[in-house]
C-alpha cells in the first residue's frame, strides 16, 4: 500500500508507535490487551475498573434515555452539569466558577486536554512542558499541533521532579506548561513546593497551565490540590478532569475543563469541530455523580487505597521492589530484582509466565529517556479485590 502523506505520520511519530522499519504499530494497550484475551490473563494492564459505578448514577443515566434525553446537547454541556461542575469547584476547592461562561463538557478529559493543546498551540517554536514519564496521548497532540515536546524527568522511586530541571526546561519559548496530578502513569502526586514552582514559571516566561486531575478523588494521603488554587493560578489555568476514573464509568466519556472565560472559549473554539458534543444521558447522570454526599468520595479513596495495598503487598511477594503511590490508579514496580533488563520484553513474557498483564513503564517515555525506566513495570489496582488476590497467588511464581 502506498503512504499515505499527512499529519497522522507526525502523530504516530510523537507517540513513539512507529518501528525503525517505518511500519506503524498498535498501541501498548492494545498489545497487552490482545495479549490478555489470548492467554486468559489477568489484565492489570489498562486502566479501567472491572465494577460498576454507584447505583445513583447508572440509574440517573437509564432515566435520561427512557424520558427522552438523546438528542444533541447544548455546545457547552447541559445546564445542569455545567452548573453541577461549578458546584463542584466551589464546595471541594473553594474556586468560584461561573457555569455558563468558564465551564465547558467535552468527550472525556482527553479531548478536553486535545482541544486545549490545539487551541494554545500558535507555533512550530512553541513548546510544551510535560512530567516524564506521561500519558500517551500528550505526546501524540504536541506532535499533531506541531510543537515541540520538553520533557522533565520524574525519578524511580519518588517520581517528584527536581526543580533545578524543571526550572531549565520552562522558558521563553514555552507556551504550555502540562500537569498531571495525581499523577498517571507513576502514581506520584506533586508537592506544594513543585505547585508553587509551577505557578511562578509559568507568570515569568507567561505560560498557560493546563492541568489533568483525572484522579482528583483518588488520592491516599492528603487531599487533593487543585493548581488553578494557588495565588496568581486561575487566571493563567485551565483545569480538567472527568467522570469516568470517579465514578468507574471510563466508557461515557464525560470530561470537563474549567478555567478564566477567555481560556475557555479558546478550548470551546477547537473542542466543538471535534466531537461537536457528546453523551446526552451520561450528562445528567455525571451531574448526579458529582453532587453525591462527602461519604461517597472519602468511600472510593479508602476502596483504592485498600487495593492498592493488597497489590503492592502482592508485588513485594513476589520479588519486585514497589514504589507505593500517593494516587491514581497506578502501582509502579521495578522488576530488576526479577532478572528483567527491559520491560517491554518483560511485560511481553509475563502473561505466559504468571498469567498477569501489565504495561512497561518506557512506553510512556521518549526513546531518548527510556533508559530510566528500562526495568520498570506499571501494574493498575482499579480490579476487584479478589482478582487482585488472585494477581498476587499467580505472581507468586516468579520468585519460586
Avoid at 40 to 65: H, K, T, W, Y
Avoid at 69 to 84: H, T
Avoid at 159 to 187: C, K, Q, S, W, Y
Amino acid at each position: 500500500m502506498r503512504d499515505i502523506p499527512g499529519a497522522w505520520r507526525r502523530t504516530v511519530e510523537g507517540a513513539g508507535l512507529v518501528g525503525a522499519d517505518g511500519s506503524v504499530r498498535p498501541t501498548i494497550f492494545a498489545e497487552m490487551s490482545a495479549l490478555a484475551a489470548q492467554t486468559g490473563s489477568l489484565n492489570l494492564g489498562q486502566g479501567f475498573p472491572d465494577e460498576d459505578g454507584p447505583a445513583e448514577v447508572l440509574d440517573a443515566a437509564r432515566a435520561a434515555i427512557a424520558h427522552g434525553v438523546n438528542q444533541y446537547p447544548p455546545g457547552r454541556g447541559i445546564p445542569d452539569l455545567l452548573s453541577a461542575i461549578a458546584e463542584h469547584q466551589e464546595r471541594f476547592y473553594g474556586l468560584a466558577v461561573d457555569p455558563a461562561r468558564e465551564a465547558l463538557v467535552t468527550a472525556g478529559a482527553t479531548e478536553a486536554l486535545a482541544s486545549a493543546l490545539l487551541a494554545f498551540i500558535a507555533s512550530p517554536d512553541d513548546e510544551i512542558v510535560v512530567f516524564e514519564p506521561y500519558y500517551d496521548s500528550y505526546a501524540a497532540v504536541v506532535a499533531l499541533a506541531g510543537a515541540r515536546l520538553v520533557t522533565v524527568p520524574l525519578r524511580w522511586p519518588e517520581f517528584e521532579p527536581d526543580l533545578d530541571e524543571l526550572r531549565a526546561a520552562v522558558t521563553d519559548r514555552t507556551r504550555v506548561i502540562l500537569v498531571n496530578d495525581p499523577h498517571n502513569p507513576t502514581g506520584a502526586v506533586f508537592s506544594a513546593e513543585t505547585r508553587a514552582e509551577i505557578v511562578e514559571l509559568a507568570h515569568r516566561h507567561d505560560a498557560i497551565i493546563v492541568t489533568d486531575e483525572v484522579y482528583e478523588h483518588l488520592v491516599f494521603d492528603v487531599p487533593h490540590t487543585p493548581i488553578a488554587t494557588l495565588p496568581g493560578a486561575w487566571e493563567r489555568t485551565v483545569s480538567i478532569s472527568s467522570g469516568g476514573k470517579t465514578f468507574s464509568t471510563t466508557g461515557w466519556k464525560i470530561g470537563w475543563a474549567t478555567g478564566p472565560a477567555e481560556l475557555v472559549d479558546a478550548v470551546l473554539a477547537v473542542k466543538q469541530w471535534l466531537t461537536y458534543v457528546n453523551g446526552a444521558p451520561f450528562q445528567p447522570a455525571i451531574a448526579t455523580g458529582l453532587r453525591m454526599p462527602d461519604p461517597f468520595f472519602t468511600g472510593i479513596a479508602d476502596a483504592l487505597r485498600a487495593k492498592r495495598d493488597v497489590l503492592g503487598a502482592g508485588l513485594a511477594a513476589a520479588g519486585f521492589e514497589v514504589s507505593v503511590p500517593s494516587g491514581s490508579y497506578f502501582t509502579v514496580a521495578d522488576a530488576a530484582p526479577l532478572g528483567a533488563t527491559d520491560a517491554a520484553d518483560f511485560c511481553r513474557a509475563l502473561p505466559h509466565r504468571a498469567g498477569v498483564v501489565a504495561i512497561p513503564l518506557t512506553a510512556f517515555a521518549r526513546p531518548a529517556s527510556r533508559h530510566r525506566y528500562e526495568t520498570l513495570v506499571r501494574f493498575a489496582a482499579c480490579k476487584r479485590t479478589e482478582v487482585l488476590e488472585e494477581a498476587a497467588s499467580r505472581l507468586a511464581s516468579l520468585s519460586s
